[in-house]
Structures are given as C-alpha cells and as structure tokens.
C-alpha cells in the first residue's frame, strides 16, 4: 500500500503562482518507476488530469495548463512537484496526487484545495 499525500494547496489570486507537492510512502525504486500525475477536480465537474512525468521524466498538460503548469520529480526525495505560474480563477479545484507502475494498483492522494479568487 502506497500513501500519496499532497500539500501547497491554498488561496491565491488571480495571476499568483502556488506549488504543490506530493510525497510518496513507498521506496525510492518503486518510486522512481512510477509514472506521477496531478489531476483535479472542480465542483460539479469530472477529475481531469492536469499533467504527468514519466519514470524517463516525459512530461504531459492538458491545454489549459500548458505554459503556465510544470511538473518534476525528485526521485531521492520521492516527491512530484506541480508548479503552476499565472493561476486563473478556473484552475480553481482540488488537486489530487497519482501514482502508476507496471504490474500495480494505481494510487491516490487525499486531495489538497487550490482557489484563485480576489
């Protein structure tokens, strides 16, 4: 059982920048094959994927995220990063934490609270 636990989240106006981690509870090779992602989900809407880096550190956004969102790993420290830059009231959601690896369940995080609004 992996434990993804997500922190950064917050309130934050229109145009401010926030970063979100998420630390796994696993080993460091698990880990580093994983596949982590950050989706979100707003009220009402579906959970959307927002973006993901592969275990070789391919990344990949969903439009709207792309340019201003980044995501990285720090494989030693067994976090995956989310920074997101020019933050629009839309990306309001709560941003959840996932992690993928061969031949294993996929895992979630609880979740951390992201509200853009003056």
């Known amino acids: 059982q992996v434990q993804l636990v997500e922190s950064g989240g917050g309130l934050v106006q229109p145009g401010g920048s926030l970063r979100l981690s998420c630390v796994a509870s696993?080993?460091?090779?698990?880990?580093?094959?994983?596949?982590m992602a950050w989706y979100r989900q707003a009220p009402g809407k579906q959970r959307e994927l927002v973006a993901l880096i592969t275990a070789e550190r391919t990344t990949n956004y969903t439009d709207s995220a792309k340019g201003r969102f980044t995501i990285s790993r720090d494989n030693a420290k067994k976090t995956v990063y989310l920074q997101m830059n020019s933050l629009k009231p839309e990306d309001t959601a709560v941003y959840y934490c996932?992690?993928?690896?061969?031949?294993?369940?996929?895992?979630w995080g609880q979740g951390t609270q992201v509200t853009v609004s003056s």
């Open positions: 996932n992690a993928r690896s061969p031949n294993s369940p996929q895992y």
């Open positions: 696993t080993n460091v090779y698990f880990f580093s094959i994983s596949t």
